[in-house]
């Protein structure tokens, strides 16, 4: 076990190299921020956040956070804007782009860097006035909280994440964020004892103290805000992987967690996807991350109302315009025929409107075991892809598409087996539903 760790504690930790690069490029942009914010007087200062600030980066995640502090006195419309012109102005010669949280923020490349620059109210600790006021707060407490030896262990469990693919609180991943990463380590003490407390994980575990009660699978509190579950945001999927994961580790420790993974597994359900592909106007990541996976599930709980067997759903997009939301289904073909149950026989007023509404329709009329009716009837639709066309084309508003998706559904859909997919971002998160991970199911 402690080869095995020392060795993933050298992986994860940034050559002396890459160290002074990142330096010369947060120095870079602190430099630029600086400039900027003197003709500001709404701002009182800025701070280096995030993991560079924290001393547990990755070599592979390096990003510079920029927290721009505003005086706690001005409007929302002002820090907003006068946020996003900063980080405008100071990223000007970098092809500066914004993204969307709460507020929008700022980001560019520098180097090869993604830099962000992000607006908080200046506050006391518990004053929250924006989800981004306790940055600089996390950054303050874990580098008094984590020692040199700690920050190791920190990227031990980061590497892990990325090996088993559940690193990332971005709504895209729903995993465990490098803060989460960090808290865990500082609540445990160190990789080891984390994934054996993980591995033993009792369904809604508090993990922290908190007077006030969450409803997640697990439930993280942050250690500078207690009425904060930092469990909100990990999905059950990833969480998941992280206790079989752990479990796995623990039977059988091996370097190959602390590695990419390479997968040469053959997939046995790709006959039973089907896919629903478009194109997508550019809008935030953020927004349109949310959009799809609301889409997914839409039309999933359409699917089960049509009578399909949906096993497993998820959504996706590359960095231009394509999207898809994909569905691995029990059969793509199911009867043609179904059972309406309907009221029982002692309730006189509703039999009439049953057999009234529904005998023409039936292949047969019957009462059961319980005293209901029922009737036999042919499916209006039995094809899975004959199916979703006709709910995008003729009951768009009604499927629960998120309506900023419905121009994008108008201007054409594909609805296709997986087989026929080449785009590669798709092709690859087809891969994700359709195989059995065996890092954790082993």
């Given at each position: ?12 930790t940034p ?13 870079k ?9 003197e ?5 009182v ?16 995640k ?7 502090k ?17 980080g ?5 010669k ?20 993604r ?21 600089i ?16 262990e ?6 892990f ?8 609180a ?12 960090e ?5 445990f003490?160190s990789?080891?004892k984390?994934i ?45 992987k992280?206790?079989l ?31 629903v592909?478009f ?5 935030s990541?953020?927004i ?7 889409a ?8 089960e ?9 998820s ?37 009439e ?7 023409k ?73 359709a ?8």
């Amino acid at each position: 076990m402690n080869s095995i760790l020392n060795y993933a504690k050298k992986e994860a930790t940034p050559p002396k190299k890459l160290q002074q690069k990142k330096q010369r490029i947060a120095k870079k942009a602190c430099d630029l921020v600086s400039q900027v914010i003197e003709k500001c007087p709404q701002v009182v200062g800025f701070e280096l956040g995030g993991s560079y600030a924290k001393g547990t980066w990755l070599p592979e995640k390096a990003d510079i956070d920029i927290f721009v502090k505003f005086n706690k006195k001005i409007s929302e419309k002002d820090f907003r804007n006068i946020g996003t012109k900063i980080g405008f102005q100071s990223l000007k010669k970098h092809k500066p782009y914004t993204r969307h949280a709460e507020h929008p923020f700022v980001e560019a490349m520098i180097d090869g860097t993604r830099v962000n620059i992000v607006p908080c109210y200046d506050v006391n600790k518990g004053e929250w006035q924006s989800a981004t006021d306790r940055s600089i707060y996390h950054t303050k407490f874990m580098s008094q909280k984590l020692s040199d030896s700690l920050k190791g262990e920190v990227r031990i469990l980061k590497k892990f994440f990325l090996h088993i693919d559940a690193y990332g609180a971005e709504i895209a991943k729903e995993g465990f964020s490098g803060y989460v990463s960090e808290v865990l380590i500082s609540y445990f003490g160190s990789f080891e004892k984390t994934i054996k407390k993980i591995s033993e994980l009792k369904k809604g575990q508090v993990i922290g103290k908190s007077t006030k009660k969450f409803d997640s699978p697990i439930v993280i509190i942050d250690p500078i805000d207690s009425n904060r579950n930092l469990g909100t945001a990990i999905s059950m999927d990833n969480l998941g992987k992280f206790v079989l994961a752990s479990r796995a580790f623990l039977k059988k420790p091996s370097k190959k967690f602390f590695k990419k993974p390479v997968s040469k597994r053959i997939m046995k359900n790709n006959d039973k996807i089907v896919v629903v592909q478009f194109k997508f106007k550019d809008r935030s990541d953020d927004i349109i991350w949310g959009q799809i996976k609301r889409a997914s599930n839409a039309l999933k709980t359409q699917l089960e109302l049509g009578g399909f067997t949906v096993l497993r759903n998820s959504s996706v997009k590359d960095e231009k315009e394509n999207a898809a939301l994909i569905f691995l289904l029990h059969a793509k073909k199911i009867e043609n025929s179904l059972v309406r149950s309907g009221p029982e026989i002692s309730s006189k007023e509703h039999c009439e409107k049953f057999i009234s509404a529904n005998l023409k329709k039936s292949q047969l009329m019957w009462i059961n075991e319980e005293g209901k009716i029922q009737s036999l009837q042919k499916r209006k639709l039995d094809d899975v892809k004959l199916f979703l066309q006709d709910i995008l084309k003729n009951n768009l508003k009604n499927s629960g598409i998120p309506k900023g998706l419905e121009k994008d559904f108008k201007k054409g859909v594909k609805i296709i087996d997986a087989s026929k997919v080449s785009t590669k971002s798709i092709k690859e998160a087809i891969v994700d539903i359709a195989i059995t991970d065996e890092t954790i199911f082993r």
